[in-house]
């Protein structure tokens, strides 16, 4: 790609809030930022749009460049305004959000940043500009999302108790679900095959293994669902 | 405002994407075009940013500014980007959307524009630029909508019976429901309160009217629900 090319907009930005579900825990990806202004804090992944790119392509390239995390679905969530979000100059900033598995991706930092890790949505998290906001929305998007839309088939191993399945939905909510009432609804909608497996090596009785039905799955996805959990 | 202070972002707009419900019909509203490009084509209300406000302030600007239609909420749906989608320079626009009841506003031709009209969401309506993605868009997202939170409020008469609601719900949707199930489950939101009045002047017998309980009518718009239909 050409110099001239790779011009960027001087206002246009995307921030992108990356969740991670990983042993019962949900955390979002941070990235230390290399540079002024907000020089050494923890900051959503977030970057100048080009001339030369739509938004879409623009999160895409972003992420990687920053933390090396590639080959994800990036979706948009809301474009930020606020006159004074960005110290240096008038700046929209454009958020994307995904949840992936850490497990599946080496952090590396990249442009413009020292470091990329982790942070436990739940931690006391600092986050500089109106980076609060942005993590916010994304997370309330996130957690619509689980009411309409399957999810766990990326996240969880090939073969999961119902345990494991109500950990996630726990985890994203960040709220106690009744188990009977959350068995009950979930096997409703047909989209898990009981296996004739059950878990190994544990303390208490031994629960049956699931596995997505994965036609099933990609159907709910494309039609959606209202999940009253 | 002082005029270096009106100064616009020139690569960002806002366009509005204005539900109407009326007489049983779903409308949205267009303005005529007073400039190049697309010179005289029915378009969405848009326009460009200002350097000193946020979008949600530039929407409701541009909407009174474009076509009189003031006082109302409008919330932010997505923002498009493609490279190619305006054809002089690059611009990025990010549209809003809102559902209202055309017989409080009265319209009325402003900035950049000649005329400002409602046409029917089923017609066949020749966008210019990208405002057929917006506007598909902007009506999944109101599609979406009904099945998360109350509506009708501000667009059904203060004594309104099933039927009409039905109507407004199947106007919104672009498909018939079904009446028993319909009203099961919409009487199970607990948000209308039956009335002692029926319908006048009817051939057919007349129906039973009913109101929104508002109290309840608010605590579902902020904590939403799943509305199966």
Redesign the interface.
């Known amino acids: 790609m050409s110099t001239a090319s790779k011009q960027i907009?001087k206002?246009?930005s995307v921030d992108c809030v990356v969740f991670g579900f990983e042993k019962n825990s949900l955390e979002v990806l941070l990235i230390k930022r290399k540079g002024n202004p907000e020089k050494g804090s923890w900051a959503l992944p977030g970057g100048f749009?080009l001339?030369?790119?739509?938004?879409?392509e623009a999160a895409v390239r972003i992420l990687e460049e920053t933390s090396n995390v590639k080959n994800i679905y990036l979706e948009?969530v809301?474009?930020f305004?606020?006159?004074n979000r960005f110290p240096l100059r008038?700046v929209?900033s454009?958020a994307y959000f995904a949840l992936i598995n850490p497990e599946k991706h080496f952090l590396k930092p990249g442009i413009d940043t020292t470091d990329a890790k982790w942070f436990e949505v739940n931690g006391d998290i600092a986050f500089p500009f109106d980076h609060e906001s942005i993590f916010a929305k994304a997370l309330n998007q996130l957690r619509?999302r689980v009411?309409n839309k399957p999810i766990g088939f990326e996240l969880l191993p090939e073969r999961f108790s119902l345990t494991q399945l109500q950990n996630l939905y726990e985890c994203i909510l960040g709220e106690s679900l009744d188990k009977r009432n959350f068995r009950k609804r979930i096997l409703g909608l047909k989209m898990l095959i009981p296996l004739n497996d059950f878990e190994k090596d544990v303390a208490h009785r031994a629960a049956r293994l699931y596995k997505f039905d994965f036609k099933t799955y990609q159907v709910l996805k494309n039609k959606g669902f209202?999940?009253?959990l």
Chains 1, 2 share one sequence.
């Not at 001339?51 to 879409?56: C, F, S, Y």
């Open positions: 907009i206002n246009l749009v001339k030369t790119e739509a938004l879409d948009q809301h474009t305004s606020d006159i008038r929209i454009v619509q009411r209202n999940f009253q």
